[in-house]
């Protein structure tokens, strides 16, 4: 795990359709859910595949941790007094195909900052009840 300046806020509770990702997340393993039936795979977990409505056929699979800036924005008012600014939100493509809406560390690399199409790699921010949060980081691969 890197280490980060800024810690998370609430994080919902596991439910019905949470508690896999979830767990996985305290090993730092990166899940996504797939459909058996159809094969499509989505994130976050939901009670029904999108891809055929099958509410059967969904399990969670690791996925490669892998990924591209999709679309970004930098936060330079905070939300809350505790958040420190900036920070940047995204959604990355993973690998295998879903949207994942994540935090991008660092906040501003560099001096030409965060770049659509940059590749990503997730890493991890540790909750104190033994989950952890995904984020991502600049590919260390070339």
């Not at 990355?92 to 935090?103: F, K, S």
């Amino acid at each position: 795990m890197s280490t980060t300046d800024w810690l998370p806020g609430a994080v919902p509770p596991p439910d019905e359709n949470t508690a896999s990702y979830w767990q996985a997340t305290g090993e730092h393993r990166l899940t996504i859910q797939q459909c058996a039936s159809c094969r499509h795979a989505q994130h976050p977990p939901k009670a029904l595949c999108t891809g055929c409505g099958s509410m059967d056929h969904l399990s969670q699979v690791d996925a490669e941790g892998a990924g591209v800036v999709d679309s970004f924005t930098v936060i330079h008012r905070a939300p809350r007094p505790e958040l420190q600014v900036p920070y940047t939100v995204a959604r990355v493509r993973l690998a295998e195909g879903p949207i994942v809406l994540t935090r991008l560390e660092p906040a501003e690399p560099g001096e030409l900052g965060w770049q659509i199409g940059d590749a990503v790699d997730v890493d991890w921010v540790d909750l104190d009840d033994g989950r952890a949060l995904a984020y991502f980081t600049r590919t260390t691969q070339i």
